[in-house]
């Protein structure tokens, strides 16, 4: 019954910023480490940033000082703000979190998926 939902995506010009979000629903106990990946065509996906429940986050080499993901835990949401878009931003971006839903263990969830293509 768990559910990562993305939104946000679109089609923005080389400098320009998106905000990327992601909530979870469903039957939720709790959102441990959530993150993003994305994935261009040809290519493997990849890992963008994360951050644990706690706040501390990570950021891939490509993305620091551009991007910051930044999470409302009473929203089960996390968000990925997007600065200074590069044409190599360009792919589909996966939100992927870790959620326990009551009475076992946490799992690994995948979002859906949303566009982000930056034109040069």
């Known amino acids: 019954q768990v559910q990562l939902v993305e939104s946000g995506g679109g089609l923005v010009q080389a400098g320009g910023s998106l905000r990327l979000s992601c909530a979870a629903s469903?039957?939720?106990?709790?959102?441990?480490?959530m993150g993003w990946y994305r994935q261009a065509p040809g290519k493997e996906r990849e890992l963008v940033a994360d951050?644990?429940?706690?706040?501390?986050?990570n950021y891939a080499d490509s993305v620091k000082g551009r991007f910051t993901i930044s999470r409302d835990n009473a929203k089960n949401t996390v968000y990925l703000q997007m600065n200074s878009l590069k044409p190599e931003d360009t792919a589909v971006y996966y939100c992927?979190?870790?959620?326990?839903?009551?009475?076992?263990?946490?799992?690994?969830?995948w979002g859906q998926g949303t566009q982000v293509t930056v034109s040069s």
């Open positions: 951050i644990t429940s706690g706040g501390t986050t």
């Open positions: 992927k979190g870790r959620v326990s839903t009551y009475g076992r263990s946490s799992l690994w969830y």
């Open positions: 469903g039957s939720i106990a709790s959102v441990n480490t």
